[in-house]
Nanobody
Framework: QVQLVERGGGLVQAGGSLRLSCAAPGSIFDINTTGWYRQAPGKQRELVATITTAGSTNYADSAKGRFTISRDNAKNTVYLQMNSLKPEDTAVYYC?????????WGQGTQVTVSS
């Protein structure tokens, strides 16, 4: 079964940084849009950032200026660099990859930011 491998979550102090990664197996090809979503306690899942194969990016207002999404097409991997983290960023972060007509999700990685 296809599985996306997420890494990089953890506990960090406010103002600190974390780098998340999401790797897809080689069996998934022709990847189009990839992105990161998050779900905080008591809230619905929301978009954080997306990036296309061509490198076009889109960010949630809360992430602009602090987060950077990137991808390595040769490695089938997408990254999310998170700087100047705030307690409001605490959530489970999910990777999403769209290939053809199918969407694949990671299992989620917990990010906790202490005040």
């Amino acid at each position: 079964q296809v599985q996306l491998v997420e890494r990089g979550g953890g506990l960090v102090q406010a103002g600190g940084s974390l780098r998340l990664s999401c790797a897809a197996p080689g069996s998934i090809f022709d990847i189009n849009t990839t992105g990161w979503y998050r779900q905080a306690p008591g809230k619905q899942r929301e978009l954080v950032a997306t990036i296309t194969t061509a490198g076009s990016t889109n960010y949630a207002d809360s992430a602009k200026g602090r987060f950077t999404i990137s991808r390595d097409n040769a490695k089938n991997t997408v990254y999310l660099q998170m700087n100047s983290l705030k307690p409001e960023d605490t959530a489970v972060y999910y990777c999403k990859i769209v290939a053809g007509l199918r969407a694949y999700w990671g299992q989620g990685t917990q990010v906790t930011v202490s005040s």
